[in-house]
């Protein structure tokens, strides 16, 4: 238990559906990101907000559409997804962006495994 | 194009092997983190180096970050079927949030 929880854990939609991902996490973190992860491939940051505000969108996709409510919220929002978009969807959570010397530790919620038909 | 390669892709051993992995980069980063990531789960920390030759022992695990902060590996000793995971690498640079991943090493251990 890493203190990020994510919802649904698994999901299949079909291209001209709608849904959200939900995150949330319970440590009182300012900074939460969502991350795809592809077989073989590296984790793609997809966004990241500190304290509510986006800071990065890294050149994703419109049919993506993240949402940051709160600090201890975020969701992601899908419509008309394509099949390429199917992975395991990632939210992490860290204290704060660590835009300093070092890393922050970021924690990490299991994921929504996500299949588009 | 990766900025951090990881090598190999897949091993599969027997209980009680010992194994390395490495992470390598042409670029230098700030500081190196090793996450362990199990089936259904998300990436999990297990260690930052932020001092080239930097070397960090967890147990079993020994860490170590290059001279010139390029690179570090991962040596597992008498590896256990508990070590089976995915091993992420991933660098950070100064004054900058992103951090990078690799693509991992996907690892089996059989008992």
């Known amino acids: 238990e890493t203190g990020v929880t994510q919802t649904p854990r698994h999901l299949v939609m079909g291209m001209t559906n709608k849904k959200s991902l939900k995150c949330e996490q319970h440590?009182?973190?300012?900074?939460m990101y969502w991350y795809k992860q592809s077989a073989k491939k590296p984790l793609e940051l997809m966004f990241v907000y500190s304290l509510e505000e986006r800071v990065e969108n890294n050149s994703v996709p419109s049919r993506f559409s993240p949402e940051c409510p709160n600090s201890s919220h975020l969701f992601l929002h899908l419509h008309t997804l394509q099949p390429e978009d199917s992975a395991l969807y990632l939210c992490a959570s860290s204290q704060d962006l660590g835009a300093g010397a070092f890393q922050e530790t970021q924690y990490f919620g299991p994921g929504t495994r996500l299949l588009v038909l | 194009t990766q900025l951090l390669e990881q090598s190999p892709q897949f091993l599969s051993i027997q209980e009680g092997e010992n194994l390395t992995v490495y992470c390598n980069s042409s670029?230098?980063?700030?500081?190196l983190q090793w996450y362990r990531q199990e089936p259904g789960e998300g990436p999990v920390l297990l260690v930052t180096?932020?001092?080239?030759?930097e070397v960090k022992k967890l147990k079993r695990l020994t860490f170590q970050f290059g001279d010139a902060r390029k690179d570090s590996s991962l040596h597992i000793t008498a590896a256990q079927p508990g070590d089976t995971g995915l091993y992420l690498c991933?660098?950070?640079?100064?004054?900058?949030?992103?951090?990078?991943f690799g693509a991992g090493t996907r690892l089996f251990v059989k008992a």
């Open positions: 991933a660098g950070g640079r100064a004054g900058g949030f992103k951090t990078i």
């Open positions: 670029s230098v980063f700030s500081s």
């Open positions: 180096v932020v001092t080239g030759g």
């Open positions: 440590l009182g973190h300012n900074a």
